[in-house]
């Protein structure tokens, strides 16, 4: 009996028997040697089954078996520098557990509406596998860093009684016999959190029903919410960029491999270190301008103006200082400069747009009142809210990462949809 590994362990037991579970990637044969690519979710490994070395039905199934076949294989493993991985595995036995017959996904190319209705299998490929995977360590590298910087994980709740952003992209459902909202921030209660914990991150899914088809929007994202007490708007970019740092750093060190199978071009992302440019919202509309773009001031910025911009730099580029109007009502107004707001974005190189959201918040109690007013806000769901500005009020900031924006830029994708298993876009929700 050889031992159950996984490929992505196989440097291991050069010399050794084992038995791999997996899938058949591709066949070619030549003469009396067929060659199985096998993947086992962590890896690609290249068998060989030598028609004089085993059993005549041992060949058979290795003649029949078809891309996407179920199956188990042994052998000894061989080190080959030329083979996919570095290794090979020398076939005594397979074992089938289903020959599959029509897999819709073939080698040749398929268009993107297909390929969506098939996600449940095209997640199966190299590229998808690849982008996942750096996901999986964007995700991870998030957490690390946060909770190896005295940050405490406290998640926010998904079903909700009011909004946080927008009213208008709100969805709804029934909570009994009261409505709800599904949540577009966890950042309210982060607020409450801090002022139990100090510093503290809730990670979680995000709806907006976003009636927008770019490039960049999803209906459901998943974002990471730091918040912290005692922070201003500056500490908090400070922190934005260390923070930024460290994920494409870690992801550039551990997913190098899954980086090359999209193309990466790395030394993209080995710049990524501070400082990071710094501007103004006043100055990036001097910038826009001067590169032909008709924008007046207190516009907010799209993917445009957003592209436009980061053209100018190599590095993630910070935009402060948004007007009041751009941003959403816990927005602290500049003390010298009430019009515009202690708000920042971060907006990634190569045309990827904002990546990050935040600022630092109102924390006197009448200002917070007003603002809800203005935005037509209902007071009564914010009551607790504003305890938050009436027992021990702080100066804090904080802000929300799109997992799914930063993976696209990393991964360099034409599109986010390819960012998160089974995306949810305008008008499709299948599979
Ligand atoms: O800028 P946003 O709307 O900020 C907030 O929600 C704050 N309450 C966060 C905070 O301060 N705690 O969203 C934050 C980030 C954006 O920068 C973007 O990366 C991502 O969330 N995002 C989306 N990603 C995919 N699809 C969408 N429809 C997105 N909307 C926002
Ligand atoms: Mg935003």
Same mark, same amino acid.
Request: proline fraction near 10%; avoid cysteine; hydrophobic fraction near 25%.
């Given at each position: 009996m050889g031992k159950n590994v996984y490929i992505e362990n196989i440097s291991k037991y050069i010399g050794k028997e084992v038995e791999i579970r997996g899938w058949l990637y591709n066949r070619r044969s030549s003469g009396s040697i067929i060659f199985l690519l096998i993947r086992d979710g962590t890896g690609i490994i290249q068998c060989i089954v030598s028609k004089n070395d085993v059993k005549p039905e041992i060949f058979k199934s290795a003649q029949n078996v078809t891309q996407e076949s179920s199956l188990i294989i042994k052998g000894k493993i061989r080190k080959e520098e030329r083979a996919i991985g570095g290794y090979e595995l020398f @076939? *005594?036995?397979i074992k089938i557990l289903q020959i599959v017959s029509d897999y819709p996904i073939t080698p040749k190319s398929h268009g993107v509406g297909f390929l969506m209705k098939n996600r449940h299998l095209w997640l199966r490929s190299k590229r998808q596998h690849a982008i996942l995977r750096i996901r999986a360590e964007v995700i991870k590298a998030s957490r690390d860093y946060l909770d190896n910087n005295g940050f405490i994980n406290i998640d926010a709740p998904i079903l909700t009684? =009011? =909004?946080c952003?927008? @009213?208008s992209t709100l969805f709804e459902t029934k909570y009994f016999d009261q409505m709800a909202y599904l949540s577009q921030s966890g950042q309210l209660y982060n607020e409450a959190t801090i002022m139990s914990f100090?510093?503290?991150y809730c990670y979680g899914p995000t709806f907006r029903a976003e009636k927008s088809k770019t490039r960049r929007h999803l209906m459901e994202f998943w974002m990471i919410e730091p918040e912290m007490a005692y922070f201003d708007w500056e500490d908090n970019m400070k922190l934005q960029e260390d923070y930024v740092t460290y994920i494409v750093q870690t992801v550039l060190n551990k997913r190098k491999s899954e980086l090359h199978v999209l193309n990466r071009d790395l030394s993209k992302?080995? *710049?990524?270190?501070?400082?990071f440019p710094k501007i103004s919202y006043d100055k990036a509309i001097d910038l826009? #301008?001067?590169?032909?773009k008709d924008i007046g001031w207190g516009e907010d910025f799209g993917g445009d103006e957003e592209t436009i911009i980061s053209e100018s730099f190599d590095k993630p580029v910070f935009i402060h200082h948004y007007p009041m109007q751009c941003k959403a009502f816990y927005m602290k107004p500049d003390p010298e400069r009430p019009e515009v707001s202690l708000s920042n974005d971060l907006i990634a190189p190569e045309g990827y747009g904002e990546i990050i959201g935040g600022g630092q918040r109102v924390d006197d109690i009448k200002l917070l009142k007003k603002k809800i007013k203005e935005h037509n806000l209902p007071m009564d =769901?914010?009551?607790w809210y504003l305890d938050l #500005?009436?027992?021990g009020t702080v100066p804090h900031s904080g802000f929300g990462l799109g997992i799914e924006r930063i993976v696209a830029w990393m991964c360099k994708l034409k599109h986010i949809r390819e960012t998160i298993p089974f995306p949810r876009l305008l008008y499709r929700i299948y599979p």
């Open positions: @076939t *005594n036995n009684p =009011a =909004a952003e927008s @009213t100090g510093k503290v992302l080995e *710049n990524i270190k501070p400082p826009l #301008r001067k590169k032909g =769901a914010f009551k #500005r009436k027992y």
